[in-house]
């Protein structure tokens, strides 16, 4: 079909390997390159690969206090009215090289005269003859229902609507011919789908003009008509010149799809109401159905239905493929026709137009230029130009959504790779303004028409001028010709062309859109039976309620994780780790994603609300939900308030609710703090404010240490227990079995356990107690065994550190104690950087020290507690330092340099000693491979955890 969209893939699959054409224009200097971002906004995948700028920053920096950077800010501000310019400039510099050749005959060269003025437009003149014959058929399928032909004030309009749809295809070809677009062959026509909002302003100035002389009608109806294209065209020279284009791609395609379908259910009703001779609007009534079911009648709309109908069917199953099936298939209609009224002696053109088979014959000595006689500025109505507004602007809205397909589905087509929306857009703003303002209509860049005509050999500019000069002769050829054309033809291409819209609309998207979206496609019945402005206002309502409800149904929870899988990156102590492994189902850590709005943030409500009830807290007791928003792009107010309503629900369940990847000056945090959750003002004792960390490591890391504060109590409290029973078992034997009879003796607890958390915290606490029994909690919060408090350091750093990772006994690694040196570091020293040679493995006795990965990949840091290791992988496998490690406490360290290992791996001995040394040696590599894939395990066990 002549109008149809083009496929929807065409623009996702350009051809990037056409070859550039080399310019021909001489420069005499060196152009100066700006390479211009294509809107100013955040790189995505549509971004040009080259910066804006290929200056140094110093050099992008404006100071007004400079006249000549003052004039340079000036120069770039005026760029875009330069491009413009320029334009008109290079269009006129056209016309003026050509008018210097024809006034100089010196300059005339014969053979090019001859190419260039003869051969090369007879070769054009097929693909011109094709092109007119689409125009024509265009124009008496569509300018002719310019007009409401139905009511008596238009219905001597139908050759006015030709010749104006005729004066629009001439301006618009004109303008894209001229440069301003970079389709050398496009074909400009009218913008077939105004004709349902022209109708609906027409109706509407009839309503608001009852009673008024039928000539204050049709000036107010078609001045109304051209103010309509003028707004157009400023509605897409806006867009372009602003460099908005890609604001178009925001309008759902359902919406489209509804106008497309509302637009060919208008034309199928149109193509009955022309095709049936119907005075008036076609209303569904019982007089119409009457009317239409007349024998007189019923073969003058069924007749062209069923010709559409095989032509439709020719066309879909593609048993001919041939561009010119079309135009041969109307002609042949209109040959059976003149043969059929030839060959019958009672039938004449008169009576065949008496009958409605032959449209009737416009009054004797009406002109092309007809039209311009209706526009009488002092028999305008404004009042009612102002009604029609809101269809000026449901046109504009609709026209706007066509360029974003047309044009790059058409430089797919014909290998055009150096299109730019935005100036399209342009061209289409001037090509409808300057239609406007000569008494035309709307009109945009056919797709299918500029494809049959460029792939026919009309790929210049030439073609097009010759175009618009052959349709503007048809234009003055006068509207006498109407009185010879078939009512089945306009009849059929009207059909074929409604028919072909709703299959587009309504087939091809079935089983293709979502049912919501399928459902805002069928707006086309509002468009079509009641009305288009209106159509588009529900439209755009059910488009924005399909994005509600289809947002809504993906969870908002991009997944939880418990605390045994989830940790912090800091290095622990073994037994440290081993008690928060088991007591990590305390802890909840859930992800959220996208937006989180009114509709999406129930989802996550509910999670929150079922891990707080009564039956599954009680198989799962927990203290911290950590809810991470790290792939939260936003929240609204609605989503602000449930987080206060989780909260208060949590707070009520002794639950505290930690807040990660929330930055207080961010979206994220000012909205929840707009709500009040994160305002410590409003909170008090029994409501504080969340806490709030800038990251998931910072929250897992808060809730690893209260925790262990926990179970550090519960240690101390043990060794005193134990202290007791030693004293007590000196007076009385009976007493130490009683004691030893209670296992709550062993390890006291608070009041009671009735509580599923308290039970948890006890059993993990118990359990890991129990390996390590006859311990105590040294000054740095370390379980040690008793029988290590006695000595020295490093030896009782060593052992507490590498328990758990060797079977060895102090005996073994007194060997390697000597060989440690103690060193002492204040708060913000640094111990070694990123890339330097490993100078040392470290052990931690006090302090604390924060390890910064600064990694192509991204950043993270570790922090490094006493009991701990920190520089074996490097310095074991002689390689460069990964990491900035500094003191973030005065720290003590304990370290073994390279000169040390050298000695302890016996480099410069043999003998006994100098074994005994190696095994000290080879056990202290396997506990650092050891210690290394733990961290390897834990690191990345928490960047799969940050990034899920």
Known sequence: MLRTSPPENLAANRDHDRERKESTEIQTSTPNIVIEDADGAQAHEESPLLPKSRLPRSE????????????????????????????????????????????????????????????????????????????????????????????????????????IFFVSCIVSQLVYSSGFSIFKGGVGSEMIEVVPFFHKM?????????????????????????????????????????????????????????????????????????????????????????????????????????????YSTINYQRWITNDFFLPAFVITIAAVVYIVAAGTPSLSFDKLRKTGWIFAKPEA??????????????????????????????????????????????????????????????????????????????????????????????????????????????W?????????IPVTIVGTLIYILGIDLLKEAWWDTFRRLALLEYLTATIALIMGLYDFVTGILVG???????????????????????????????????????????????????????????????????????????ETFSKRPIKYVVIDFQHVTGLDFSAGDAFTRMYRLLIRKNVEMILSSVALNGTVGKNLTLVGLLDEEMGDAVHPAPKVFEDLNQALEWCENQQLFEFIRRSKLLGQKEAQEQETRALSISSARQSSRSPSNNYPLDASLASPRKQLLHSATTTTLAEHAHSTVNEQDILTPSKWSELGQPLQLILQTFQDMTDKNEEFWKRAAPYFSRRQLVAGQNLYSRLDDPDGFYLLEQGILRAEYDLEQGRFYESIVPGTTCGELPFFSESKRTSNVFAEKDCVVWCLDREGWGRLCGDSGEGRETE?????????LKVGMKLTGERMEAVTSYLVVAAS
């Open 60 to 163: 992008n920096r404006y100071d007004y206090t400079a006249v000549g950077e003052v004039e340079q800010f000036s120069e770039r501000r005026s760029r875009k009215f330069g491009r413009l310019r320029q334009k008109f400039q290079d269009a006129g510099q056209r016309v003026h090289t050509i008018f210097s050749t024809v006034v100089t005959p010196k300059q005339w060269d014969r053979k090019a005269i001859f190419q260039t003025g003869i051969v090369k437009p007879f070769k054009l003149l097929p693909s011109v003859f094709l092109g007119l014959l689409l125009n024509i058929l265009d124009g008496l399928s569509y300018g002719l229902i310019l007009f409401p032909l139905g009511e008596e004030i238009f219905s001597k309009t139908g050759p006015d609507g030709i010749s």
């Open 202 to 310: 027409a109706y509407t100035i009839m309503a608001r003009m009852a009673g008024e002389s039928p000539e204050s009608i049709l000036a107010t109806v078609i001045l109304a008509y051209c103010l309509s294209s003028i707004v157009t065209g400023l509605v897409f020279f806006c867009l372009g010149f602003f460099k908005l284009g890609s604001l178009v791609n925001f309008f759902p395609r359902s919406i489209l799809l509804g106008c497309i379908g509302g637009v060919g259910l208008f034309l199928f009703l149109t193509g009955i109401e022309v095709s049936a001779r119907i005075d008036g609007e076609l209303r569904f009534t019982l007089d119409t159905l009457q009317r239409l079911i007349m024998l007189d009648t019923l073969f003058l709309w069924v007749a062209p239905l069923l010709l559409a109908i095989i």
């Open 365 to 474: 000595g009406v002109p092309f230029y007809h039209f311009y006689s209706l526009f009488n500025f002092r028999l305008t109505d404004w009042g009612a130009i102002v009604n029609t507004v809101p269809a000026m602007l449901g046109l504009s809205f609709f026209g706007v959504l066509h360029v974003p397909i047309n044009v790059p589905a058409l430089a797919n087509t014909v290998k055009e790779d150096d299109v730019n929306l935005n100036q399209e857009l342009i061209a289409h703003g001037l090509s409808n303004a300057l239609s406007g303002m000569v008494g035309s209509i709307q009109n945009y860049l056919v797709y299918v028409n500029s494809v049959m005509f460029i792939k026919n050999g009309a790929d210049s500019r030439l073609a097009g001028f010759m175009l618009a000069a052959a349709t503007a002769g048809v």
């Open 476 to 484: 003055m050829a006068g509207p006498s010709l109407i009185g010879y």
């Open 540 to 614: 755009i309502v059910l488009a924005c309620l399909v994005q509600v409800v289809q947002t809504s149904r993906v969870k908002s929870v991009r997944c939880a994780f418990s605390g045994v899988v989830a940790e912090s990156t800091v290095r622990r102590h073994p037994i440290q780790r081993h008690f928060l492994r088991e007591v990590g189902r305390q802890t909840i850590v859930v992800k959220l994603d996208g937006y989180l709005f009114f509709g999406s943030i129930v989802h996550v409500e509910s999670y929150v609300r079922s891990l707080i009830q009564d």
């Open 916 to 924: 005994e040394m190696r095994d000290v040696a080879v056990e202290l």
